[in-house]
């Protein structure tokens, strides 16, 4: 077998021009790390896609393959917890922005950054997943800490059709609570309810300025949009209400008052994918095993092989991808 496999490289030039070019590596060109994993599926997330337009500085060296997530099998593995044929999944721990990331067919990493896949899932099933499915997770994970219960009320999910609101609709609908599904594509309106949604809004309803306080409608929400649309959100989160916050697809900034805070007592809880402790992720993925109904990953993946990524990455930044893009690494 050949030592050399495809990869996608990001580079910059004198006047900081970003490139993106697909090469050949060898696993000389590899990173530092304890565990080299042929790398047998990967998906495109909002990052990646900020990553391979170049609209975020997500990549900070040069040059560097990106991809933020993939599942594969290890191939070799000086960590005490991986043996070759293992089967893995990675998710953050800045590959992709500062470590050789999933868009290559070999990636050398810590094996404390892996998790295992979990049992009666596929490599695929798990970039079906990817990290919108995990941070989804870690969302209604966060939610529950907070005690916010089906009994509560309704859990209002923003970006509905994007991945990480796709996946929240299936598992919290899973768990028995009423989702109300924010989106911009109403035409999307039977993918969400075959995901399990109970209600669809259409995303004007929340994108402009918020009032301090409104109509209560929800007792939480996994909001994937910030910038406005978590203002109207947290403004007509019910008393005592919580609300993950784990996107930005409207913008990074919060226009909003202390008035949900202070008058209502409701939280706004933060959720990051990237450096999450390791107990934590594999709480999620284990929840992934068993509280994710897996007959719907395929309503939610469209599946594209490798030549696809650069396109799906452009794709996904115009808000043109339904679900989740699952990369077949063969
Ligand atoms: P997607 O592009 O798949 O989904 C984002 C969705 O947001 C879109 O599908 C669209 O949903 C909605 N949207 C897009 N643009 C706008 C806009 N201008 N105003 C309002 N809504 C908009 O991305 P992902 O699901 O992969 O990621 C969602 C967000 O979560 C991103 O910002 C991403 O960076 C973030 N993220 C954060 C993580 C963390 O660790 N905190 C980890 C993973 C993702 P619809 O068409 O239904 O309206």
Same mark, same amino acid.
């Given at each position: ?11 910059? *030039? ?7 070019? @697909? ?5 000389? *060109? ?13 998906? @495109? ?9 170049? !609209? ?10 990106? #991809?933020? *997530?993939?599942? #594969?099998? +290890?191939?070799?593995?000086?960590? $005490? ?10 998710? #953050? ?21 892996? +998790? $295992?896949?979990?049992? &009666? ?10 990290? =919108?499915?995990?941070?989804? %997770?870690?969302?209604? %994970?966060?939610?529950?800490?907070? &005690? ?11 970006? /509905? ?12 609908? !899973? ?69 993950? /916050? ?12 202390? =008035? $949900?805070?202070?008058?209502?007592? +409701? ?6 994918? @990237?450096? /999450?402790?390791? =107990?934590?992720?594999?709480? /999620? ?21 490798? *030549? ?23």
């Amino acid at each position: 077998m050949t030592d050399r496999f495809k990869a996608i490289l990001i580079s910059r *030039d004198e006047e900081k021009r970003q490139s993106v070019a @697909v090469t050949e590596l060898t696993e000389a *060109d590899l990173m530092e790390g304890d565990v080299t994993v042929a790398v047998e599926a990967s998906t @495109v997330n909002y990052k990646d896609g900020l990553a391979i337009t170049g !609209k975020s500085p997500v990549v900070r060296r040069f040059p560097l393959v990106p #991809g933020i *997530d993939f599942a #594969g099998t +290890v191939l070799s593995s000086s960590h $005490p917890d991986w043996k070759a044929g293992d089967k893995v999944i990675l998710n #953050g721990w800045g590959t992709g922005e500062t470590h050789h990331g999933a868009y290559a067919g070999r990636s050398r990493v810590k094996g404390d950054w892996l +998790v $295992p896949l979990p049992a &009666g899932m596929s490599v695929f099933d798990a970039m079906s997943v990817g990290t =919108a499915g995990y941070t989804a %997770m870690l969302s209604v %994970m966060a939610l529950e800490r907070h &005690g916010i219960t089906p009994d509560r009320g309704p859990i209002v999910v923003t970006g /509905a059709a994007g991945g990480v609101g796709s996946v929240a609709i299936a598992i919290l609908s !899973k768990l028995g609570y009423h989702v109300i599904a924010s989106t911009g594509r109403v035409s999307e309106e039977a993918y969400l309810k075959e995901l399990g949604a109970a209600e669809i809004i259409p995303r004007d309803e929340l994108s402009g300025p918020a009032k301090p306080l409104a109509k209560e409608r929800w007792a939480g929400g996994v909001d994937a949009v910030g910038s406005h649309t978590l203002a109207n959100v947290l403004s007509m989160t019910s008393y005592g209400g919580a609300i993950a /916050a784990c996107g930005l697809a409207q913008g990074m900034d919060l226009p909003t008052s202390v =008035a $949900p805070f202070i008058l209502r007592g +409701v939280s706004l809880l933060g959720i990051d994918s @990237v450096m /999450a402790p390791k =107990a934590l992720r594999l709480e /999620a993925w284990k929840r992934i095993g068993t509280d994710l109904d897996h007959a719907k990953l395929s309503a939610i993946s469209t599946r594209i092989g490798f *030549d696809g990524i650069i396109d799906a990455a452009k794709a996904i930044i115009d808000g043109r991808i339904r679900g989740r893009v699952v990369i077949d690494m063969a």
